[in-house]
């Protein structure tokens, strides 16, 4: 069984970027969609599990899913200047994604032909691994901002944003390529909802959820049932992952030591110290440097990258640019950074207050057996403010 002709085939790269002027022009029309005079990408961000979160899943009732090992996307539904359905694809950088409209289609609960508009929809972009060596690429919805230009659901509840997607989205989609199974060979990629479940279910998760899952997978998140949506950092979804997974992304600066030339080099008038790129010997030193948020230029030193000469011959060999890039990184068992993978998805490295709330995460850490073993107490606190809500 072959891939699809019409799946995108790469989810770093979607459909067709697109410049200026008509990039501008949508960011613009998505900022006044949202109500918002900041012209950056607006999607929700968490923040890294530590332990006094416990006490937070105590004191409200939060939804549990797995983190998938995607990217990142808001699906923007609008029209194209012909009036015809449009779909595009926004990632963290703000950079917008053509998906074709004939490879992709939400129908309506009143028409199966009918379409949605000024609707923007949060999930992430994964490949999944069906077997015999087929990769099917899937939309993951976890969230909805605005649908059909009721931007009051940006203040409703989780639970209530879902349920509205549910109802007025997945309900008809589902209904669609049900009835017409063919379409799913036309799609760019298939879309469904993340699996809720209450914040107790750690159980499930760890031992039935994450180990069938198809596509990779670096921890679980948990947000807030109760509260509105919130541009960029929230501190009601929460991010876990096991300790040695825990990770800050940082800007990597090669710093090469220069040689004094030699009387070669003298002879042909070279008389300061310099670079010698191909005859460098050994590992250079790469500086990682964290991003403060005054400009793309704003960055401070944080720490030495530790890299194996075996791990830097990786790395030349790649044959791409390696200066300035924004690195994943996390700690050894040794307390050294070590390179995990690029993250040319996003356009600088963790601000500092990120990094800051992961170095936090990292020491006041919360394994898997303690999240487990809490899992009790989370339950029967969910269950007594649901007794609460009851009597009420």
């Known amino acids: 069984m072959a891939q699809p002709l019409l799946s995108i085939e790469r989810i770093d790269a979607p459909g067709i970027k697109l410049k200026n002027p008509g990039l501008a022009e949508l960011r613009a029309e998505v900022c006044q969609l949202l109500g918002r005079h900041k012209n950056t990408f607006p999607g929700a961000q968490p923040v890294s599990f530590a332990r006094r979160h416990l006490g937070e899943l105590c004191q409200k009732d939060y939804y549990l899913c797995e983190k998938s090992d995607g990217i990142r996307y808001l699906l923007y539904a609008t029209t194209d200047e012909n009036g015809e359905e449009c779909h595009y694809l926004i990632d963290r950088k703000y950079e917008f994604w053509y998906i074709h409209q004939r490879n992709l289609h939400f129908p309506t609960v009143e028409d199966p032909n009918g379409f949605h508009v000024n609707t923007l929809i949060d999930g992430e972009l994964v490949m999944d691994d069906v077997g015999n060596g087929v990769r099917e690429p899937r939309f993951l919805v976890f969230d909805c901002l605005v649908l059909d230009g009721k931007t009051n659901l940006l203040s409703r509840s989780l639970d209530k944003r879902l349920a509205y997607f549910q109802q007025h989205v997945m309900k008809p989609y589902n209904a669609l390529l049900k009835k017409m199974p063919g379409l799913r060979e036309t799609q760019a ?11 107790y279910a750690i159980e499930m998760m760890f031992k039935d959820v994450l180990p069938r899952l198809k596509h990779g997978n670096d921890g679980l998140i948990f947000t807030c049932r109760e509260t509105g949506y919130q541009f960029g950092t929230d501190q009601h979804i929460l991010k876990w992952k096991p300790v040695t997974e825990n990770t800050i992304d940082f800007q990597m600066r ?6 004094q030339p030699d009387e070669t080099d003298l002879a042909e008038g070279v008389t300061e110290p310099y670079i010698d790129y191909e005859g460098y010997q050994g590992v250079p030193d790469v500086e990682l440097y964290i991003f403060e948020g005054n400009g793309p230029e704003s960055y401070t030193y944080f720490n030495q990258l530790y890299l194996t000469p075996e791990e830097w011959e990786i790395l030349k060999s790649l044959g791409d640019p390696l ?9 050894d068992e040794q307390g050294r950074w070590r390179f995990h993978r690029f993250r040319d998805d996003k356009p600088t490295g963790n601000h500092r207050s990120t990094v800051d709330s992961v170095l936090d995460s990292i020491r006041d850490s919360v394994s898997e057996e303690e999240l487990l073993a809490a899992s009790g107490t989370i339950k029967e606190a969910w269950k007594a403010r649901a007794a609460r809500r009851a009597q009420r």
């Open 189 to 199: 990629f298939l879309v469904q909802m993340k699996d809720m479940q209450f914040a």
């Open 323 to 331: 200066q300035e890039r924004v690195v994943e990184c996390a700690l």
């Open 254 to 259: 090669i710093v090469f030591k220069t040689v």
